[in-house]
Each structure stands twice: as structure tokens, then as C-alpha cells.
């Protein structure tokens, strides 16, 4: 019909990242409910996605049942998130909310903090990749987040290459769709 207005309001993109243990998932559930609770259209992902192929092998790899040298790691990472990228464009042209549990920052952070390679490096391995709008940061003490249960199960899951990671993730905090939140409280209080 001549006039009408069938364009779309594009939905939202929001990433939640922070250290291992930190309340991601739980959070990213509790904001997926928010959202449809609301009447918005949202779907929910987590990276890595251990449903692909390339999802398979790097949940071998965190499990710590398969080696991969460095490099391998971090660009298997990042072409998992790319398995993704046309779904998660699509959702967003057509108006759908996507909240994302870890995203191309843990890639980054992971990488360059827990096993050395070049901040620079792993961030143009990125480049391309959809830019969220919002970015929480889960911002959790390392002495509670060990204790919180399955710490310890996959293979950057110690303290010192946590805090590691940790260091790495500050590199984001001047992003201004960078938002730290207190994690340190009980995970099953909602942001």
C-alpha cells in the first residue's frame, strides 16, 4: 500500500561478557526473559556454539581432549562466531533482539590473556563481525567466581590465566557501549 511504512525498527544487539563463572549465562537468560516478558521479538545465542561442526571440535578443546596450536584456537573461535554472523543479521534487520552470551571480546581476551598472542593480532581476526550495541561486562572477584560450581572443568579454568583474561577484558572499558556491572553478589540477583 502506497505510504505505509513497512520498515522495521532493527533489533538489539547485547553481549555479555566477563570471566568464566562470572553469571553470563544466567544473566543472559534473565535478559532474554525480560525482553519477551516485554513483547519483544529476541532469541538467545552463546559462543562458543558447540552445536557446529567447528562448535565440536573447540568444546574438545576447552574439555581439553584436543590440541590445537594457538593461532588454530583463537581462529577456530572466531570462525565459530562467523558460522553465526548471517543469523544474527538477519535477526537484527528483522527487528529481533539478540542477546549473546560471550562474543568476540572473550575471543580476544582469552586469547591475548591466557595464551599470549598478540592483543592487535586477535583483533583484526574480528574485523566484519556485526558490532553489538551494548556490552556488559560481568565484572566478578576471581577468589568467588573459582568457587562457584564446574570451575576448574575446561582448560583456561585457573585463576592465574583468569586473571590474565581479566586483564586483557580492561582493554575494552573505553568502548562506549561498554558497561562494567558488580558480578560479585549472588549470580541469581537479575542486572
Not at 545465542?45 to 584456537?73: C, H, M, Q
Not at 573461535?77 to 542477546?99: C, M, P, S
Not at 577468589?143 to 582493554?171: C, H, M, P, T, W
Request: with cysteine; charged share 25%.
Amino acid at each position: 500500500m502506497q505510504g505505509e511504512n513497512t520498515s522495521v525498527e532493527r533489533g538489539i544487539f547485547i553481549v555479555l561478557e566477563g570471566t568464566d563463572r562470572s553469571g553470563k549465562t544466567l544473566q543472559s537468560h534473565n535478559i532474554y526473559e525480560y525482553l519477551t516478558a516485554k513483547g519483544r521479538k529476541c532469541v538467545k545465542i552463546n559462543f562458543p556454539d558447540r552445536s557446529t561442526s567447528l562448535g565440536k571440535t573447540l568444546d574438545g578443546y576447552l574439555k581439553k581432549s584436543i590440541k590445537l596450536a594457538p593461532e588454530v584456537s583463537h581462529l577456530l573461535f572466531t570462525a565459530n562466531r562467523w558460522e553465526l554472523h548471517d543469523y544474527i543479521k538477519t535477526n537484527l534487520q528483522n527487528g529481533v533482539d539478540v542477546v549473546c552470551d560471550r562474543y568476540s571480546f572473550s575471543g580476544i581476551a582469552y586469547s591475548s590473556g591466557a595464551i599470549k598472542l598478540d592483543f592487535e593480532w586477535c583483533k583484526s581476526r574480528e574485523e566484519g563481525l556485526i558490532s553489538p550495541d551494548v556490552v556488559i561486562f560481568l565484572d566478578v572477584n576471581l577468589g568467588l567466581s573459582s568457587g562457584r560450581s564446574g570451575f576448574g572443568g575446561e582448560i583456561y579454568e585457573n585463576i592465574q590465566d583468569q586473571s590474565n583474561v581479566y586483564k586483557a577484558y580492561q582493554k575494552f572499558t573505553n568502548y562506549s557501549f561498554w558497561h562494567s556491572v558488580n558480578a560479585s553478589q549472588d549470580p541469581n540477583v537479575s542486572l
